[in-house]
């Protein structure tokens, strides 16, 4: 079965690899994507995140300059096996890519923070590869609010943020995005924000590592009305396997991260939304803790996940690569 995931930190974590002085091979290593798993899972296209975090930027790091390094290392990896994976930066690229037999590597951006406020380093950012971006992760920045916040008291569920929401400059990067063809992406954002953009964006988004807040109600993932909308806009939400946002459990050392809970949230997703606005956004090389799916090569784990949930074996390729290739086709 082919896969396609929208989301991934691998490239955060073999840049620290790197800074610590003991680089990991992209070949094969122990984390959880590498290129001969990838391989071996049939993987089709992996999104890899170029993640920043902002209270780093409080002890003397500069954001942009880590989003250059890790679009640096995205190039390397990308040029050091040209005949196994290789980017995509328009949708001929994927198409030429799988005719090929080509693994894709599309390039994303976790936390728009990183431009600065800076529409000029948005365009030169696009103009870097970089083809889908969060606007914000964990901390407010110049463009938005997030849900979670780095700097609160730990909270079991977090409660959602319903004040704050996109600021003027976050709405003109909402509209340079969709200009460029750059993908707008929701997860991390607050509910405020979410809704700012449902009402002003004139092209599909995605929410690319999201579960459903109904089952696991951490502010994290969608509501039910957030679900309905993106699929209405014709976007797409990708099943995050974190076991915060898969769980319902009284505390988050309780939670779980198993195959059949993200088959019961693409059940979900589809009862709400439709089964074209389902996809896959493992959150690989973000998240910890006990998974299931400890790997890119385990993924045959929820397609029998998802059949045991009743989904048809047409069902199924739609999450696993159908739709997410569908969506970008059309929309970069």
């Keep these: ?23 990991k091979d992209f070949e094969h290593n122990d984390l959880h994507i590498d290129l001969a798993r990838l391989e071996k899972g ?39 096996y040209p ?48 083809r889908m971006m969060t606007l914000t992760w964990n901390y407010p920045n110049q463009l938005a609010a997030p849900n979670l916040s780095a700097r609160a008291a730990p909270v079991w569920p977090c ?23 750059m993908i707008l992406d929701v997860s991390h954002l607050s509910d405020k924000g979410f809704w700012d953009v ?22 994290r993932n969608l509501t039910d009305p957030m679900l309905r ?7 797409l939400a990708g099943l995050n396997y974190c076991t915060h946002f898969l769980d319902d459990q009284p505390s988050p050392e309780l939670c779980r991260s198993t195959a059949a809970l993200a088959a019961r949230h693409a059940a979900h997703m589809r009862k709400v939304g439709g089964i074209g606005m389902i996809a896959l956004g493992s959150d690989f090389d973000g998240i910890g803790g006990p998974l299931e799916m400890d790997g890119c090569d385990k993924l045959e784990l929820l397609a029998d996940a998802l059949r045991k949930e009743g989904f048809s074996e047409d069902e199924v390729e739609s999450i696993f690569w159908g739709n997410a290739r569908r969506f970008f086709e059309e929309n970069l």
């Excluded at 079965?1 to 680089?23: F, I, N, Q, Y």
């Excluded at 994976?85 to 328009?90: D, K, L, R, T």
């Excluded at 030429?96 to 948005?122: D, H, P, Q």
């Design 42 to 80: 049939e993987y089709m296209l992996q999104s890899f995140a170029a993640f920043v975090d902002l209270g780093e930027a409080e002890k003397g790091a500069d954001p942009l300059v880590d989003v250059l390094e890790m679009i640096d290392l995205f190039k390397r990896l990308m040029a050091r």
């Design 83 to 130: 005949d196994r994976i290789a980017p995509v930066y328009e949708a001929a690229d994927i198409r030429r890519n799988a005719a090929a037999g080509k693994i894709s590597g599309l390039l994303t951006v976790e936390e728009g923070g990183c431009c600065k406020g800076s529409l000029g380093v948005l365009r030169q950012l696009y103009g870097l590869g970089v």
């Design 1 to 23: 079965m082919k896969v396609w995931d929208m989301h991934c930190d691998t490239l955060s974590a073999l840049l620290a690899a790197e800074r610590r002085g003991a680089p």
């Design 198 to 219: 449902a009402e002003r964006s004139t092209r599909p988004f995605v929410a690319s590592h999201s579960d459903c807040r109904a089952l696991a109600p951490h502010c």
């Design 229 to 235: 909308t993106l699929a209405e806009k014709g976007g």
């Design 159 to 181: 409660p959602p943020n319903t004040e704050t929401g996109l600021t003027e400059t976050g709405f003109a990067f909402l509209a340079e995005m969709e200009r460029l063809h």
